[in-house]
């Protein structure tokens, strides 16, 4: 197991490792995701993509779209999708060990996923997806860990030579992220069209950025 923190020069982003937030107050340990994260996941992505009551998360989707960006049964056809070409990666809060009263472990609390995917098990490029961190521990560096999770594995794992995401495009505050992040514009673009969702602006599109690994 290794042990990283977000603000490290030489990090080793590498799943069953140990990283911690900006302020060091979070201690996270990434990991695969399993059929057990169901649950916790469809929350934490529903909740950053579309919004969650009572919060003020750093941005959403809300006012754009509507409806649901994952359910059970879509996650759980990923989760049994080929190890090759598609995997969820998550973080979960790694703090001091505990156990419920009858000995059994107690349960770790998922902070937040990233997904990668591509069309076959030789493909030299991939999508990273479905990056998501729950609204309360937003802007704290998860979701760059997650992004570097996710490019080290593709890169040494998959052998990528180039990510690719795509994104609304006007979710100003994303782009500049990513493309802080390294990730240029390709000049493709696409209509919204995402299953189980209904764009609420006319002419909305995703464009497309990619980065060399």
Not at 2 to 23: A, M
Not at 102 to 114: H, I, M, N, Q, S
Request: proline share 2%; glycine share 6%.
């Amino acid at each position: 197991m290794s042990v990283g923190s977000s603000s490290s020069t030489c990090e080793i982003y590498e799943l069953d490792s140990i990283f911690y937030n900006k302020t060091k107050s979070v201690k996270l340990y990434s990991r695969l995701a399993t059929t057990d994260d169901i649950d916790q996941l469809v929350d934490i992505v529903n909740w950053a993509y579309r919004g969650k009551e009572g919060t003020n998360p750093w941005t959403t989707e809300k006012g754009l779209v509507e409806g649901k960006r994952i359910t059970p049964q879509m996650l759980e056809n990923l989760l049994s999708t080929d190890k090759n070409v598609t995997q969820i990666f998550v973080l979960e809060n790694a703090g001091a060990d505990s156990t419920l009263q009858d000995g059994a472990a107690a349960r770790k609390e998922v902070l937040g996923c990233v997904k990668i995917d591509r069309e076959s098990a030789v493909d030299t490029n991939a999508v990273i997806g479905m990056l998501s961190v729950n609204p309360h521990f937003q802007s704290q560096g998860i979701g760059g860990i997650l992004l570097k999770l996710a490019e080290n594995y593709l890169k040494s794992q998959w052998k990528i030579k180039y990510s690719y995401l795509h994104v609304i495009e006007t979710r100003h505050e994303l782009l500049k992220w990513y493309r802080a992040s390294g990730y240029v514009e390709t000049g493709e673009k696409e209509p919204f069209d995402f299953p189980n969702s209904k764009a609420l602006i006319e002419n909305m599109y995703f464009i497309y950025l990619n980065k060399q690994l």
